[in-house]
């Protein structure tokens, strides 16, 4: 009898959620969340499929559970599930069961069902699951400081390079409604950040009609993005509220005066780019010109001058040249975000690339032109920091550093990370700090004043 469930998750933040939303389905169904992986009777593994490395590390970790599996009862969750050859895990009986993104709600029939099925697989993608009526458990958080809140599942922009749109399915919005209960709820248990989540959040959008009877925003007949972080941020004043994923394609002049208006929406933005190469955006299907989004950039700092600009930047795409990676490194020299997330393609199975584009880049020369853009960036970084020192910047207190047990960790308002000396601090408190020194990834304060 399957009484005890360990999960282990990987890949974003989604799926940081998603674990929330999957112990809350289990425990309400009678069965017991453990963090002790030999206490169980079943292991979960959420998984990340958009690069091979993550789906390479996953293999890698199903072969260890194997190697301690006996008597426990082994289930493969999330964006992988239908991509794998499920025959091929079965017959060599490495998994259970096999369930996509959008079947969360099946695993307590499913578990029950094992004794009598040795297998099941069911990878059905929802045009409407949200799971909108679910509120996620946060007993078993060890972040009691910021939590996620999921607004919308899957992508319909079917970028090319990208897996999102098969291993998620098509854009579901959830309902504004049920987003603000759910941050009014971390906010009573004490949460002090929430960060608002999607594929891609700024092209949300509810028109319900069920919704649009309650009047909640000047009788709109439907509810968008600014709308939402609207509506959140004057509910919760005194909540901080960040987002991501926002697509260029998407982002509204409108949403960038409601962060510049509200104080506790904070004064960071996650634009990927991808490419600072015309010729690559479009073999990707991004529906922005290099020029268009150096445009909003300008737009955004002209409203926002500290608003801090984070990326994700995908090289040695099918066919890249020289000339393209040294578009994309311009890019950067100009614009010299404050962070960013850089990655090296790889040719994921069922996209349009990989059924039409040659992954035709060296392995050798992805890994260099990586190299390249992680050094720039590492500049960029530094010269971005430096400019906080002999500034007090507000800091939501985290946790302990990793390196000195005697300093505290936390970020401001542009998502920088500080560190500083404790004194009568609490974690969860918002402080003022003065910054005296930085290097390429952190600002170092001193002289702390509680607010």
Request: aromatic share 12%; charged share 25%.
């Amino acid at each position: 009898m399957i009484k005890y469930f360990y999960i282990e998750s990987y890949g974003c933040q989604m799926n940081i959620y998603d674990n929330e939303l999957i112990i809350t389905i289990l425990t309400n169904n009678n069965f017991i969340y453990v963090d002790n992986i030999y206490k169980a009777d079943l292991i979960l593994i959420n998984t990340c499929a958009i690069r091979e490395k993550a789906e390479t590390k996953i293999y890698n970790r199903l072969l260890f559970f194997n190697s301690i599996k006996k008597k426990k009862v082994l289930g493969l969750i999330g964006c992988m599930a239908n991509r794998i050859d499920y025959k091929y895990y079965f017959k060599k009986n490495m998994l259970n069961f096999i369930i996509g993104p959008d079947q969360y709600r099946q695993l307590p029939n499913i578990i029950k069902s094992l004794n009598d099925n040795r297998y099941s697989y069911n990878v059905i993608l929802s045009n409407d699951e949200n799971y909108n009526d679910i509120i996620p458990n946060k007993l078993y958080s060890n972040n009691k400081v910021s939590s996620f809140v999921t607004i919308s599942r899957g992508c319909d922009n079917m970028c090319t390079f990208c897996v999102v749109p098969f291993t998620r399915g098509r854009e579901k919005n959830k309902s504004p409604i049920r987003i603000l209960n759910e941050c009014k709820r971390l906010y009573d248990l004490g949460y002090k950040e929430v960060i608002l989540l999607g594929q891609n959040v700024n092209s949300y959008l509810w028109n319900k009609k069920s919704f649009i009877k309650k009047n909640i925003i000047n009788k709109k007949k439907s509810i968008n993005f600014t709308n939402l972080l609207e509506m959140i941020a004057k509910s919760l004043p005194n909540i901080r509220i960040r987002f991501s994923t926002s697509n260029p394609q998407d982002m509204s002049i409108e949403v960038i005066k409601i962060i510049k208006k509200y104080n506790n929406i904070c004064k960071s933005i996650h634009l990927p780019f991808q490419s600072g190469s015309n010729r690559i955006l479009k073999l990707m299907k991004r529906k922005y010109t290099r020029l268009e989004y150096i445009n909003l950039v300008e737009k955004i700092k002209n409203i926002i001058p500290d608003c801090s600009l984070s990326y994700d930047i995908i090289t040695g795409f099918c066919s890249e040249t020289n000339k393209d990676h040294k578009d994309t490194l311009n890019l950067m020299k100009y614009i010299k975000f404050d962070f960013g997330y850089m990655f090296c393609y790889s040719h994921r199975k069922g996209t349009y690339a990989y059924k039409i584009l040659k992954d035709n880049v060296p392995i050798k020369i992805k890994k260099y032109r990586l190299k390249e853009i992680i050094r720039l960036q590492r500049k960029h970084s530094y010269y971005r920091l430096k400019k906080n020192i002999n500034s007090i910047q507000e800091v939501l207190i985290e946790g302990i550093s990793k390196k000195n047990k005697n300093y505290w960790y936390g970020r401001n308002s542009q998502n920088s990370i500080i560190v500083f000396p404790k004194t009568n601090e609490n974690i969860g408190e918002l402080v003022n700090v003065k910054i005296i020194n930085n290097t390429s990834a952190t600002l170092i304060g001193d002289n702390v004043e509680n607010k």
